[in-house]
Nanobody, 123 residues
Framework: QVQLVESGGGLVQAGGSLRLSCAAS????????MGWFRQAPGKEREFVAA????????YYADSLKGRFTISRDNAKNTVYLQMNSLKPEDTAVYYC????????????????WGQGTQVTVSS
């Protein structure tokens, strides 16, 4: 069982930055690929980024490459999402997810999800 708790969301002006954190419980954190998804009002949840357990391979939604960076600290059981040059269209609830299958995680088929953290970007 893995429990995930996101933090770091908030209100930021367009062009600003935020760093989201996701703290995971459990002793086998590095066995799990970790990822971020987001869901805007009235829209479906979409994949943002993912990182393999070792941290050596990362994946991004094509539209977000260059602005968002995912990383992890296995010693702290934490995954991060650095978001730069934020735009109003980045406004959404951001969710952390964990799965032992990187491909499954990227498809949103994760067994474990956090409760989400709200990110609001004002214009």
């Amino acid at each position: 069982q893995v429990q995930l708790v996101e933090s770091g969301g908030g209100l930021v002006q367009a062009g600003g930055s935020l760093r989201l954190s996701c703290a995971a419980s459990g002793r086998t954190f590095n066995n799990y690929a970790m990822g971020w998804f987001r869901q805007a009002p009235g829209k479906e949840r979409e994949f943002v980024a993912a990182i393999r357990g070792s941290g050596n391979i990362v994946y991004y939604a094509d539209s977000l490459k260059g602005r968002f960076t995912i990383s992890r600290d296995n010693a702290k059981n934490t995954v991060y999402l650095q978001m730069n040059s934020l735009k109003p269209e980045d406004t959404a609830v951001y969710y952390c997810a964990a799965d032992q299958s990187p491909s499954g995680l990227r498809l949103g088929r994760s067994d474990f999800w956090g409760q989400g953290t709200q990110v609001t970007v004002s214009s």
